[in-house]
């Protein structure tokens, strides 16, 4: 049952992402919502968790844009474990240190994600990548701020509680 | 313990070299998407296409409100802008006139520049990611689309079809870093590629200039129509700046393009092209 209010989320945050989020760019470039997501949901719920809710995040945002299905789905697994593995590490109820582990976690998503893309023979010009990379931890970060709260009461208390084991 | 350990990190890699041999398998350049891609686009089109509804709504309005103060202000410099284009606009149907006489006495083919079959579309949806560029529309096979189609707004180039689903169509931008579009300066007529850098770059660069060729600010520059895949003589941007190619030979010039990609709401696909070089002697060419 989690995993699918988890898909349910990941699609709206997609959804979003290729509609809303258009209009809300900051020179030209948009939050990730769902390396967000997949972020905050390893950081609550462990790297175990980061990896599976990365795979499913990467393989929708694959399957909505129809080509290189993978990238994301590398890149978002690996966001996931590393947010994943300061579970137990750092005080989860602490905003400041959710956005420090947003960031960080976007920053390597991104980086993960253009150096796949050197691999596939696809040149980004050194400025522009590190400024889309930039803007997108700084914004996905900022998001954080609001999200946080309502995000940790979903997945602590809501529909994406772990389930007790009986 | 060990050996789970061992376990999980063999599944990891698995994973991993799964992923990439999936990545190879599925480039831009595809006949057919997979079953779950269409499952997911069908899906979500109609959520994108409300989504998308909504925000030019609310923006539209945000900038009919914001503009109210300039409205007379506007009209008073449309009209005299109006009345300066109806007097070009018969200068330039003399040149028709003129042209088309002197094609005739050149014995040239007749042939029909723009003369496209257009299919109109709406934007419903971004690439989800910053690197990529590319947008779906709510047109698919249904509605005769196919892969290679350019799409045109009256500004100017948009990009090309890459993929299509029954109900939608995925158009590659020219902002994209996999776009390459053969193109002209349209002055000197000096050739080059243009490429996307980023979708977040908001920039495009003209790529295999020769060095030392006059390529300046504010010129022109067009499609080609080499390639077989655009038709010649679209609007693609303005030169912003030109910088030396380190590689040594060639030189770089920086496009601002004609079409505001962030504000793409609708735009032309164009179905069928009449390539007036089919019809033209190879001298015409020049």
């Known amino acids: 049952m989690r995993i699918f209010f988890l898909a349910l989320i990941l ?15 900051i020179f030209g470039v948009r939050p990730d919502l769902v390396l967000l997501i997949v972020i905050l949901f390893g950081f609550i719920h462990g790297s175990r968790a980061g990896v599976y809710s990365g795979f499913l995040g990467g393989l929708l945002t694959g399957f909505l844009a129809g080509n290189y299905i993978g990238l994301s789905v590398l890149a978002q697994m690996a966001a996931g474990y590393l947010a994943g593995m300061g579970e137990n ?23 993960i994600y253009w150096l796949l893309l050197l ?22 970060g900022a998001l954080t701020l609001f999200l946080y709260k309502w995000f940790y009461h979903v997945n602590t208390r809501g529909i994406l509680k772990k389930p007790e084991l009986e | ?53 909504l925000s030019n709504g609310i923006q539209d309005s945000i900038a009919f409100v914001a503009a109210l103060g300039t409205l007379a202000q506007e009209n008073e410099q449309f009209k005299k802008e109006l009345a300066l284009l109806k007097s070009e606009l018969e200068r330039t ?49 249904k509605d005769g689309i196919a892969r290679n189609m350019p799409a045109l707004v009256p500004a100017g180039l948009v990009g090309r079809v890459v993929a299509v689903s029954s109900d939608t169509a995925e158009i590659l931008l020219i902002t994209d870093p996999r776009s390459g579009v053969g193109a002209v300066i349209q002055q000197s007529r000096l050739p080059g590629v243009v490429e996307g850098v980023a979708s977040g770059a908001g920039t495009v660069r003209m790529v295999h200039l020769p060095k030392g060729a006059p390529v300046k600010p504010n010129q022109a520059v067009v499609t080609s129509g080499l390639g077989g895949i655009y038709p010649p003589g679209v609007r693609i941007g303005r030169i912003l700046i030109t910088e030396d190619d380190p590689g040594g030979l060639f030189q770089i010039a920086k496009l601002e393009p004609f079409v505001d990609f962030s504000k793409l709401e609708d735009l032309f696909i164009v179905t069928v092209v009449y390539t007036p070089e089919l019809n033209l002697p190879v001298e015409g060419m020049e």
């Open chain 1, 11 to 25: 699609m709206v945050a997609l959804v979003l992402q290729t509609t809303v989020l258009e209009f809300l760019t």
């Open chain 1, 89 to 111: 590490r750092f005080y989860k109820e602490n905003l400041l240190i959710a956005i420090i582990v947003v960031m960080v976690g976007t920053s390597v998503a991104q980086i």
């Open chain 1, 119 to 140: 691999m596939l023979g696809i040149n980004i010009m050194f400025v522009n990548g590190l400024k889309i990379i930039l803007i997108v931890a700084l914004y996905n």
């Open chain 2, 1 to 53: 313990m060990f050996s789970s350990h061992y376990k999980k990190i063999f599944f990891l890699i698995i994973v991993v070299i799964i992923t990439l041999v999936v990545i190879k398998m599925t480039p831009l350049e595809r006949e057919q998407l997979t079953l779950p891609e269409t499952v997911v686009k069908i899906v979500l089109a109609p959520f994108q296409q409300v989504a998308t509804g």
């Open chain 2, 93 to 141: 149907e003399e040149y028709r006139v003129q042209n088309r006489r002197l094609k005739e006495l050149l014995q040239y083919k007749q042939f029909t520049v723009a003369n496209y079959q257009l299919v109109t579309a709406t934007v419903i949806g971004r690439n989800a990611g910053n690197w990529f560029a590319t947008v779906t529309v709510n047109r698919g096979k």
